[in-house]
């Protein structure tokens, strides 16, 4: 069962998830299933983030977890196992995304169920804001408000300039704050 | 002194609580002196709630994702029959769902495999 934990943690965190790695390259099954547990879920929600689509997103997060596997001696250690991770589901997201591109997707975000209940409805015109946002800056948006990342981190699993990242998260909130009030 | 533009960028990672202890404090001193700046935090306090609880309701990867990565990944073979394999070298191997059912079994002869069935498409669902 998922808890609500900051999944971008501290320190404690990425020590736990390295000696994971560690016995993951040893071929240590048990050690990948524990590393599985903390990334595999997170890794699901930032491609669909990226995708709109579930069952891509779904593909995504278990290639990318077969990769962990496959390639896990290859991790050079510059970087937190985390943004490791997430940059190869960027790869695979995008690649995806560049093979699937049939003209403007509708985002699957708005097909939730009509709900009058407040809760639901404040939710749905979210996933509305956050899914007119290009993706650019939808992604920047996930990474700091549901990952927790710093922006140095998600500079690394982009690939960008830390300035690229504030100014994208710049105007996202922008917009967000615009359509949420 | 922290411009509001600089400030600005960083209130994110400020309300996240991810930003270094120098850029902290900056943004913290410029927040004393500057209403506007102050706005735009109780602002983004409201947009992270929203997106963090928009994100949390999406459903989360399905179980059935584990099986999926782990027959990938490491071939599990959940069950094995060896059949006198010290003598002929005989031995019959089954990969089953966690639900029990058989998806791929194979006999090996003498070193040599042999595919008997094979239900499970590559990476897709079963
Ligand atoms: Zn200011």
Redesign the pocket.
């Known amino acids: 069962m998922r808890t609500e934990r900051r999944t971008d943690g501290g320190e404690g965190d990425e020590r736990t998830e390295r000696a994971l790695l560690v016995r993951t390259a040893e071929g240590d099954e048990s050690a990948f299933r524990l590393l599985y547990d903390r990334l595999a879920d997170r890794v699901f929600r930032y491609a669909f983030t990226l995708l709109h689509d579930r069952h891509l997103a779904e593909e995504v997060a278990q290639e990318t977890m077969v990769i962990v596997w496959k390639q896990a001696a290859t991790f050079e250690g510059r970087s937190k196992v985390s943004t490791w991770v997430f940059g190869i589901a960027r790869f695979r997201a995008l690649d995806l995304l560049r093979k699937e591109k049939r003209g403007d997707r509708v985002p699957e975000l708005d097909l939730v169920e009509p709900d009058p209940a407040p809760a639901v409805e404040s939710r749905e015109r979210t996933l509305r804001a956050i899914g007119t946002l290009p993706e650019e800056q939808r992604e920047v948006v996930f990474l700091t408000f549901y990952e927790g990342r710093s922006y140095g981190e998600i500079a690394g699993i982009l690939g960008i300039p830390e300035g690229t990242v504030k100014s994208r998260m710049y105007y996202a909130r922008r917009s967000l704050a615009e359509a949420l009030t | 002194m922290n411009?509001?533009e600089e400030?600005?960028e960083l209130i994110p990672w400020y309300v996240e609580g991810r930003l270094g202890p120098e850029e902290s404090s900056a943004v913290a001193t410029?927040l004393i002196a500057?209403a506007?700046?102050l706005r735009e935090v109780a602002a983004t306090v409201h947009v992270r709630g929203s997106v963090r609880d928009a994100f949390s309701a999406q459903p989360p990867l399905p179980e059935e994702a584990w099986e999926r990565v782990s027959r990938q990944a490491m071939g599990r073979r959940l069950a094995q029959l060896d059949v006198g394999s010290f003598l002929v070298g005989l031995r019959l191997g089954a990969w089953l769902t966690r639900r029990g059912s058989p998806l791929r079994a194979d006999l090996h002869v003498l070193g040599r495999e042999v595919h008997l069935m094979n239900r499970g498409k590559k990476g897709g669902a079963s």
Request: aromatic share 0%.
């Open positions: 411009t509001c400030t600005q410029h500057c506007e700046c």
